[in-house]
């Protein structure tokens, strides 16, 4: 423990999503003064407010105000831009890597592990030229701007085979992700046909692929149907327990034997905790999940507390039936479990005892697009319009600082007044391209 030192204990918060920046939110405004520091390394300067992801890029929220930044919420705290690469909690060290590619060793007393997750994906031939996840803010901008791009593409040739390519586009993974992204898409293409006089919204092919014999597992099966009877009524085609066997070239071939061209493929099929972990000293279990106790602490590691995505934490609420349950990697874990991480962390230091986390399951929901969603939260289950307010209502509340759900209101609002805004900006995905030809002289 850092108790005997002469300054303050140095925290240390690797990663500042869901589970760093509310951990630093709280710490900063509980902790005494000089009690202790607290640091916040993270790769990127703003915690994504992932829930949000869908509607930024369907054009609903302004990119930006889905994101909240670390420097200005954090007042109190010192955020570092940079990549732990490393951490050796027997040292009480870790190396950040900065966005300049130099490293820097940092020490601290306390560590705070919150590096969530990963897209888990498979050795499927293809996959990593062809496919693209949904989980940053810059992959929402991208196919925002990509999607569109492949409307006007397909507006522009003559050759029936491109066109069809550029209008067939696939999701692989039903979960959260993949059917809001899905779901958000699919409806902001179908609004800018109208703006196409020779394409129509039947021209377009969505494919929903999953291994399982259902989608959305976060809600009730009777509403993964339902979503599913949703999704099929506006044309997209939904296959389950189905899998990608190839998609080299952009020529995906599933399972059952489906073939077809498509020019966007996003890949959504699960999470697996952050590979980074490996490189620590600290106790993983077979699925690089970081060993946890109920009170958030690292099994075995005095001084070293984690949540969220990145962690196996006991599952208080549902050991009873199962002995080895584990936190599910949501939103909703890693809020609470931030909470109580930092009350435990500063009672700790306090020479108090740290407390056990327990949540239950409270339900979830899912926007599908413009007026259309589902809900299951605490046993009430809505569909259509009323889930879809029920969604906007849930996350705009949960988004972190005034600041921010303002603007993202004012966003809807405008929407409502002037219409969805649905231009291209295809050539953000290429900047260089233009002036890369006029400097060749091309
Ligand atoms: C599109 C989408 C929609 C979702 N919708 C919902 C929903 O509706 N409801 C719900 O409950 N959950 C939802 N989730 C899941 C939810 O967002 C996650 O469970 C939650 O973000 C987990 O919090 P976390 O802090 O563990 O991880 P994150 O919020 O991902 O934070 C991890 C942080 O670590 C940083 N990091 C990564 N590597 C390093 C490194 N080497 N060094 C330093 N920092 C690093 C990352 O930049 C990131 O900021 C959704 C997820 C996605 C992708």
């Known amino acids: 423990m850092a108790a005997g030192k002469s300054g303050p204990t140095r925290i240390l918060v690797a990663g500042g999503g869901y589970v760093g920046m509310y951990t630093a939110l709280r710490l900063q405004s509980k902790l005494r003064r000089r009690e202790a520091s607290v640091t916040v390394v993270d790769p990127q300067p703003h915690m994504t407010y992932q829930p949000f992801l869908p509607e930024a890029a369907a054009g609903s929220i302004e990119p930006r105000h889905v994101v909240v930044p670390l420097r200005k919420v954090l007042r109190k705290c010192n955020v570092l831009t940079g990549r732990i690469t490393k951490i050796e909690h ?117 494919v929903l692929v999953d291994a399982a014999n259902r989608i959305l597992p976060e809600v009730s099966p009777k509403m993964g149907v339902y979503t599913v009877e949703q999704l099929m009524k506006r044309g997209i085609e939904v296959y389950l327990e189905t899998l990608v066997k190839s998609m080299e070239g952009g020529h995906v071939v599933l399972s059952d034997g489906t073939e077809f061209d498509a020019d966007t493929i996003i890949w959504t099929a699960g999470v697996k905790a952050n590979p980074v972990l490996a490189n620590t000293d600290l106790p993983l279990d077979q699925r690089g999940r970081l060993r946890c106790t109920a009170s958030l602490q690292v099994e075995g590691m005095p001084d070293a507390w984690a949540a969220g995505d990145c962690t196996a934490v006991p599952d208080l609420s549902a050991t009873e039936e199962d002995p080895n349950a584990t936190c599910v990697p949501n939103a909703q874990h890693a809020v609470r479990q931030a909470n109580q991480l930092a009350k435990n962390l500063i009672a700790t230091l306090r020479g108090r005892k740290a407390k056990d986390y327990y949540h239950r399951y409270a339900g979830s929901v899912a926007g599908l697009g413009l007026y259309k969603g589902v809900a299951d939260v605490y046993g009430i289950k809505l569909k259509g319009y009323p889930a879809w307010a029920m969604h906007r209502a849930y996350h705009v509340s949960r988004m972190p600082t005034f600041n921010r759900k303002f603007r993202i209101m004012l966003d809807w609002a405008l929407a409502l007044l002037f219409r969805r805004e649905v231009i291209s900006l295809g050539q953000i995905n290429e900047p260089k391209r233009e002036f890369e030809r006029v400097a060749k002289g091309a």
């Open 90 to 206: 027997g040292r009480k060290t870790a190396i950040v890597e900065s966005p300049d590619g130099h490293t820097e060793e940092h020490s601290y007393d306390i560590l705070v592990v919150a590096l969530g997750s990963v897209a888990r994906t498979l050795p499927i031939p293809g996959l990593a030229e062809q496919g693209i996840a949904a989980r940053t803010i810059g992959e929402a901008i991208y196919l925002r701007n990509h999607v569109l791009s492949r409307l006007d593409a397909a507006a522009t040739t003559n050759d029936e085979e491109l066109r069809r390519r550029l209008l067939t586009f696939l999701v692989i993974g039903g979960g959260f992700a993949g059917t809001e992204t899905l779901a958000e898409l699919e409806d902001m293409a179908r609004y800018a046909t109208r703006y196409y006089p020779n394409l129509e919204p039947k021209d377009m092919r969505w």
